[in-house]
């Protein structure tokens, strides 16, 4: 056998010492590779005095030293070599083939440059904190947030705060129940966002008139993902001016922006971006609106129709979920209706635009003194009775029209969302909007016809929602099917209800209405906080029962 020589893939040990873990890590989190007990730098065997010790200490270091489990990706053989002097000498081999759960490291170092290892040329050295996010993103097909987070010395200071405040459990079962550690026992990256160890951070500004042209005032947002949230909401407070109006003897006090919607629109910024990015979090604070730009653009697969008609895919479910935990988020999908009802009655409208790398809300300032809208109707008894808008020829109405341009889309929310009276998470034009999208006028939505043609010609349009002396929606029994019905998805939802007196789940609901389960859970809710049905069993026994 001719002489071996060092490699990218070759690796020799005169004798079994530490330095062999970092050997095998770096084959593992590389191309793989042959490592030789027994040779010396010159290719030269020395051979082994006890090749049963030397191999069972390998399989020692294999099993115990190293992490994620490397065993199944490892072979440990006993060969003879002849040496210069044609003497045969027993040699340790050890196959490592290239690992499937990247990065590997060692046990007693974590996952960090001091004990994950990569080959360079013929030497093993450790990965930069970037390369081992490459490899984590790389082999592992998890979100992001489920990931293992590369930072593993992390403390909860803040966050067992805020857990004791809501008296919600925070302990390690709960922690590894919400996904937060890992069935390895390591901290996942949506661990390390609520951690004071937080490397993302949210960038507040306050700018003169309606650019970036001046800075009033900036802030950067640091620590626990959150206590951010909680200092971001402090601080849209302080600049959430209230106006008061005297009429005749009393004071009608209101806000430049509905505080819900401001607090719905961070929520969605930070739960729904993508932390792959480094990158802030941005909130921008004009005269005339404020902007939440979160990184990532939509989740694959959903696009922004499907957002605006309150379908939801949440991008980092461990994180959304320990949210939901602490009563941050009611359910997937309900924000941007909850931010239309806020604005629901006033001639502007929020927008969001997306690009491929990033999602922007954009809130208008209500007050006027922005150049902002003023509400429509004075009093709101007075403005449109939108439960009448529902009609049979369109039961389930579509979201607004999308508008794109290159790369970015933009869908102008000027709409009332179908709350009131109605019960779905679609998004119901209003009469006459304006759009200040390219100094775009209102425009009467087309007819059905004018739908289906749009549809034949790839374009989305906003249907008919007007009411008509022959398609005004009246109540009915449920049926199988909510869109054969001429009734609205609430009057669909009560009747059911009541037609079963031992009461149904929210999935029969769905099952039998024929709609899904934010649809669903969005009408129960309605239903419940008019006091017309009522809860009864807790978690998935939950039945609901007429009041």
């Given amino acids: 056998m001719g002489r071996l020589h060092e490699s990218a893939t070759i690796e020799f040990k005169r004798q079994l010492n530490d330095a062999a873990k970092r050997e ?54 006993c060969e003879s070599m002849e040496d210069g002097a044609g003497v045969m000498r027993n040699i340790v081999h050890v196959t490592v083939l290239r690992g499937v759960k990247r990065p590997y490291y060692l046990t007693g170092k974590g996952m960090r440059p001091t004990g994950v290892f990569i080959r360079h040329g013929v030497s093993a050295v450790p990965a930069s904190e970037e390369r081992i996010r490459q490899m984590i993103r790389d082999d592992d097909v998890t979100a992001f947030d489920a990931s293992v987070s590369i930072d593993q010395d992390l403390t909860f200071n803040e966050a067992d705060a805020i857990f004791a405040r809501q008296q919600v459990p925070w302990g390690k079962p709960q922690q590894r129940s919400l996904g937060l550690i890992n069935s390895d026992g390591l901290y996942t990256n949506a661990a390390a966002l609520i951690s004071d160890q937080c490397r993302h951070t949210i960038k507040c500004a306050v ?53 819900a919607a401001l607090r719905e629109a961070l929520l969605n910024a930070v739960v729904h971006r993508d932390y792959d990015y480094s990158g802030p979090t941005l909130v921008s604070i004009y005269a005339d609106r404020i902007d939440f730009v979160s990184l990532g653009g939509l989740v694959k697969g959903i696009t922004l129709t499907d957002l605006t008609n309150g379908i939801s895919q ?17 359910s997937y999908g309900s924000g941007i209706p909850k931010i239309m009802e806020e604005y629901a009655g006033n001639s502007e409208s929020p927008i969001i635009r997306i690009t491929p790398s990033a999602f922007t809300l954009s809130l208008p300032r209500l007050d006027g003194t922005g150049n902002g809208g003023n509400p429509v109707h004075a ?36 709409g009332y969302p179908t709350g009131k009276g109605v019960g779905t998470l679609t998004l119901e034009p209003a009469a006459s909007t304006t759009s200040h999208i ?18 034949r010609n790839g374009r989305t349009a906003i249907p008919s929602l007007l009411p008509s002396a022959s398609h005004t929606a009246t109540p009915s029994t449920p049926q199988t099917n909510a869109s054969n019905s001429s009734s609205t998805l609430e009057e669909l939802t009560l009747a059911l209800i009541r037609s079963t007196p031992e009461g149904i789940s929210r999935l029969e609901i769905q099952q039998r209405l024929g709609v899904n389960k934010n649809r669903a859970a969005y009408a129960l809710r309605k239903l419940e906080h008019a006091g017309r049905i009522m809860p009864t069993g807790t978690a998935r026994n939950t039945r609901y029962v007429a009041a």
């Avoid at 010790?53 to 030293?65: E, Q």
């Avoid at 700018?207 to 951010?228: M, P, T, V």
């Avoid at 949210?323 to 009611?330: A, I, S, T």
């Fill in 314 to 330: 949440p991008r980092n479910t461990v994180l959304a979920n320990t949210f939901y935990r602490l009563e941050l988020m009611e």
């Fill in 207 to 259: 700018y003169q008139g309606n650019s970036k042209a001046r800075f009033l005032a900036r802030q950067e947002f640091q620590g626990s993902l959150l206590q951010q949230l909680d200092d971001v909401c402090r601080y849209l407070e302080l600049n959430n001016p209230i106006r008061s109006d005297i009429v005749g003897l009393y004071r009608n006090d209101t806000y430049a922006y509905p505080p």
């Fill in 438 to 455: 390219d100094g775009g006028s209102g425009t009467e939505a087309p007819t059905d016809d004018a739908t289906r043609q749009a549809t």
């Fill in 24 to 77: 095998i890590v770096a084959f593992a989190n590389s191309e793989g590779g042959d490592l030789y007990i027994g040779i010396d730098d010159d290719g030269i065997p020395v051979g082994v005095d006890d090749p049963d010790a030397v191999m069972g200490g390998i399989g020692d270091m294999i099993r115990n030293a190293i992490r994620p489990d490397l065993t199944a990706y490892t072979s440990i053989e």
């Fill in 379 to 414: 009093n709101p008894t007075d403005g449109p009775d939108i439960s009448d808008w529902f009609t049979a020829r369109n039961p389930f109405p579509s979201g607004p029209a999308i508008q794109e341009k290159g790369n970015v889309q933009i869908a102008v929310l000027n």
